[in-house]
């Protein structure tokens, strides 16, 4: 598996590219992905990605890109001037209508979702994306699971017991949902939150990514 900063380097170059030919591409919707820890969500989004040939940025990649002054600036100057001052009304739109005082890092973080969303023909897992980018530039999915099934995938994926699993599964969701309450004042298991929620308890990763795929299409 690539190293992140690899990644993000290829991301980079291929929006610069396409910036320096200056193709007008139309942006598609990028798929918003929450997903409860052991549930499989990781796995949907990547053949979601597959499937429809889109970027996938996980949360990982996210963090990379907003925490790397250097990064940071580069994702953004992909952007055109009309561009990034969409990005800035996208994030502005976001604070006030729910009534944020994000810090800086929170600042950072919710520009780069923006530039992402506005390149588009991208899936983002994670970071609250589906608090940032406005309704006609997203389509927001969670997938969920039994926590017996997450349990057990944790416990399976990672060679651990059942009882480390479900502490982990526990600290793991608390953290995300201190995450979103914390930076977008909301409940990251709010329903009203999604366009559409999958229940891998009784969905096959599969049958997850073609709802998807199908959604979109």
Wanted: aromatic share 6%; hydrophobic share 40%; proline share 4%.
């Amino acid at each position: 598996m690539k190293a992140i900063h690899q990644l993000i380097e290829e991301q980079v170059r291929r929006w610069e590219i396409q910036r320096k030919e200056k193709q007008d591409l139309k942006p598609q919707p990028v798929i918003t992905l929450s997903r409860e820890p052991g549930s499989g969500g990781r796995l949907v989004a990547q053949a979601v990605a597959d499937r429809l040939g889109l970027d996938l940025f996980h949360q990982q990649i996210i963090n990379a890109m907003a925490q790397n002054a250097d990064t940071t600036t580069r994702v953004i100057r992909t952007l055109d001037e009309r561009g990034i001052s969409m990005i800035d009304d996208w994030v502005s739109a976001a604070i006030s209508d729910r009534h944020l005082w994000p810090d800086e890092m929170a600042k950072v973080l919710m520009r780069v979702i923006g530039a992402i969303g506005n390149h588009g023909k991208a899936i983002i897992v994670g970071r609250g994306a589906n608090f940032v980018l406005p309704p006609e530039n997203r389509f927001r999915v969670r997938i969920i699971a039994p926590m017996k099934k997450r349990v057990d995938c944790v416990a399976e994926s990672f060679g651990i017991s059942k009882e480390e699993a479900k502490r982990r599964v526990m600290r793991t969701e608390s953290d995300r949902r201190a995450f979103i309450r914390k930076y977008f004042h909301s409940d990251i298991a709010d329903p009203a939150n999604y366009d559409m929620i999958l229940n891998t308890g009784t969905l096959s990763i599969e049958s997850a990514a073609n709802a998807i795929c199908s959604a979109v299409g």
